[in-house]
């Protein structure tokens, strides 16, 4: 009501009637993306990405020009808020495209609340409970969380290459367990039994004791580690003898580990990992896509190919524009017809198909890639398989992945999913 | 150490107790009691074993540190740069000649020299201003730090090492008794044991140079007292050059060894300037025996910690650091002054 008090009147003080103007304004979208800190590189890709979005679109959506704002935070959840509400009061922006975190978008949940007729279509952040936990009504997500980015990748093992006894080694901390419990239950409900399961504190350099303590009787050890971490995990693991085969999750394979100086690195080649993309997926859409965002930028200016970070801001910004288009820039009565479009439609995006379910979280496609060598001397992903329409409770009833409990270092019991344990 | 054992009766015979635990722990065969309680022997083992090449990889960067502490009063922040500069070096000077060995001799040379630059052209200027030098070494890690980022990037590199020291050893340490009674020998990364030897050699070499010759007689006394020890005649800038550059030196090397069988990547640097700090701290500032058992008890502490609770590891380093700073604040083996 005061909003509404207070927008008529400034409306009235610059002399324009506000009724007739509603619909010539431009749509204000707020990009609230990292740009300090260890995801500076990626966020700066998702910002090109809603450039190139928009652009394509033509600038306009809805018959409304776009115009944005940038907001910088540094992956803090109260820098984050911090800049969303300048995004609001200061910027008076109608939309946000944000955050990239974990963390922040579980602060950018409970800040949505608190402004029902604007919406937040997530960046990229992946953390589980921003959209299962006492979700936001007007807060979407169009990309896979953390949990679901795990999918896929038990069966595969399992089926594909006859592993199935594992150990594990992960980080000690919500983003490795939520990805770990993905590849957990899927390589349970497959009747994969996990051996024995190593956390490992996010920061640790010396992983020679864990190593060591590795079971002897198993086919693999399910790596989720990345960054820092995985490098000085690969280099003592061969070091040690390495001696069996190695699966990864979402971050062990990333261009981070792939494109580390010295051959630590080579232990990965032949792992099979699971993720929201396959850098070489052969689907015309990811094709058409990579093609256009190599144009678009120049080389010194962009990533070989779309980063993670990208394809999430590149997504949202889709999104964003085809539910403007569908209710005609439309933005009035709290935004309820553009949140009830973004709720409904369902959204083509360059990974597929993709729908919302109940807590405006996306159903969609996981991507399983193998390590190879690149025949120049490094690394890369090869598409291998992937696995369609994994939704947010990863195929289990809602009352059945209630019951599994959030993500934690014993949850899931393998036992209960079909598979064994220890 | 007959001294030792006259004076502290109790502690001695309590430490050679633990020795007698230690040594028992690692050649007997365990009983499936001890398995039940403390896990597979060949866990224990490694434990043990990572924690003490862990343990000399610290003592390699804290012993200059604690050095040039105790003689020069210098706190110098900026010696984990001095580690990660000489990490990098390594790394460009053994892919480009592919002599791992060769990296040593040339960044110790290299990052000795920078140190000699470093005490010649900074810390003399400002002698005995300890704010003043603390503060300049830090805005030397800051300046450092951002070279070496714009050099060599933001990401993690490896050193790799040579083909004969790749893979795992078999030491003559029986890990397991299979149940048809035939041993299993334990196998441990052949470039941790060569690192363990190297360390123990340069601590060894470092005490006789300090107890033994002239310039350790020189750097002793330096210690104790540097005002009396210039007074006498000698040419303390000359003592302190050496044993700057020798420290930095040292540092450079532990940054190839630490590229070896860690990884070296931006922050690198302030982890171990942390870690050499504690390792100070608990030893006993300008102790080389100090840093050593300083060191190894703090890479022992990380590793067991890692493996047997993991959920507390992080917290052992500074509980035995607070625990040293409350009931014997001057080191296990530092001289209250």
Not at chain 1, 129 to 156: H, I, K, M
Not at chain 2, 246 to 270: H, K, N
Request: net charge negative.
């Amino acid at each position: 009501m005061r909003k509404a008090l207070i927008a008529s009147i400034s409306a009235l003080a610059l002399g324009l009637p506000s009724g007739a103007m509603a619909q010539d304004d431009p749509v204000r979208i707020g990009i609230l993306v990292a740009l300090e800190g260890a995801f500076a590189e990626g966020g700066a890709d998702g910002v090109r990405n809603v450039e190139l979005a928009i652009e394509q679109a033509g600038g306009s959506a809805g018959g409304r020009e776009i115009e944005t704002v940038v907001a910088p935070t540094d992956t803090t959840p109260d820098t984050t808020v911090r800049q969303a509400r300048k995004l609001i009061e200061q910027d008076e922006v109608d939309i946000i495209i944000g955050p990239l975190s974990g963390s922040e978008g579980i602060a950018m949940r409970d800040f949505a609340k608190t402004i029902p007729d604007h919406t937040v279509i997530n960046g990229i952040s992946g953390a589980l409970e921003t959209t299962w936990v006492d979700p936001a009504e007007n807060f979407f997500r169009f990309n896979l969380d953390g949990a679901q980015w795990g999918a896929g990748l038990g069966t595969y093992v399992v089926e594909e290459k006859g592993w199935d006894r594992v150990a594990t080694v992960a980080a000690d901390y919500s983003f490795g367990y939520t990805n770990f419990l993905g590849f957990a239950v899927d390589f349970c409900r497959a009747g994969g039994t996990i051996v024995e399961r190593f956390w490992v504190p996010l920061g640790s350099s010396d992983f020679g004791g864990v190593i060591a303590a590795m079971p002897t009787d198993i086919d693999a050890i399910y790596l989720g580690v990345g960054g820092t971490d995985a490098i000085n995990f690969l280099n003592q693991y061969a070091q040690a003898g390495a001696d069996t085969n190695l699966i990864g999750g979402t971050i062990m394979a990333d261009q981070t580990v792939l494109t580390s100086r010295g051959r630590a690195k080579e232990a990965l080649i032949g792992t099979p990992t699971s993720g929201p993309l396959a850098e070489d997926n052969p689907d015309p859409a990811w094709q058409d896509y990579v093609a256009a965002y190599r144009d678009a930028f120049p080389e010194d200016e962009r990533f070989p190919s779309p980063s993670l970070f990208g394809v999430g801001y590149y997504v949202a910004t889709l999104a964003a524009i085809q539910a403007l288009n569908e209710v005609d820039g439309d933005l009035s009565d709290g935004q309820a017809a553009f949140q009830e479009a973004l709720a409904t439609m369902p959204l083509e995006t360059p990974l597929g198909t993709v729908t919302l379910n109940e807590n405006r979280q996306a159903t969609g496609s996981v991507f399983i890639n193998e390590v190879v060598e690149d025949g120049e001397g490094g690394l890369k992903n090869e598409f291998k398989a992937r696995q369609d329409d994994v939704n947010q409770t990863l195929g289990m009833t809602v009352e059945a992945f209630t019951a599994m409990g959030l993500p934690s270092r014993t949850t899931p019991d393998c036992n209960a999913l079909g598979g064994n344990e220890g | 150490m007959q001294g030792f054992a006259r004076r502290h009766p109790v502690w001695s015979l309590l430490i050679a107790l633990a020795a007698a635990v230690l040594a028992w722990l690692i050649f007997a065969p365990w009983s499936e009691g001890l398995e039940s309680v403390l896990g597979a022997k060949r866990i224990f083992l490694n434990a043990l074993f990572g924690g003490i090449t862990l343990g000399a990889l610290y003592f390699l960067v804290a012993s200059g540190f604690t050095l040039i502490f105790g003689l020069m009063r210098n706190v110098n922040l900026a010696h984990g740069s001095l580690y990660l500069l000489g990490g990098y070096l390594g790394f460009e000077v053994s892919e480009r000649t592919g002599s791992w060995l060769l990296a040593f001799p040339v960044v110790f040379l290299l990052v000795g020299l920078l140190g000699i630059v470093l005490q010649h052209q900074v810390f003399r200027r400002m002698e005995g201003e300890e704010l003043r030098q603390t503060m300049v070494t830090i805005g030397l890690s800051v300046v450092l730090a951002d070279i070496m980022l714009w050099i060599w990037g933001g990401q993690s590199y490896t050193i790799f090492a040579p083909d004969w020291l790749f893979g795992p050893v078999t030491l003559p340490i029986i890990s397991d008794v299979r149940d048809s009674g035939e041993a299993i020998y334990l196998r441990y990364p052949a470039v941790r044991m060569a690192i363990l030897a190297a360390a123990i050699v340069i601590g060894v070499a470092m005490w006789l140079v300090l107890n033994r010759t002239r310039l350790g007689m020189l750097v002793r006394a330096g210690v104790d007292d540097r005002e009396m020890l210039s007074a006498s005649g000698v040419r303390i800038q000359y003592v302190f050059l050496a044993v700057f550059a020798f420290g930095a030196g040292l540092a450079g090397m532990a940054g190839i060894v630490g590229g070896t069988f860690q990884s070296l990547s931006p922050g690198e640097d302030t982890r171990f300037l942390l870690a050499s700090l504690v390792v100070v701290i608990v030893g006993g500032m300008g102790s080389i025996p100090g840093a050593a058992i300083g060191a190894l008890a703090i890479g022992l502490s990380e590793q067991m910690g890692l493996v047997y609770a993991p959920t507390y590891s992080v917290v052992f380093t500074f509980l035995i650091m607070a625990a040293v700073l409350a009931f014997r604040p001057q080191g296990l083996l530092g001289e209250a002054r």
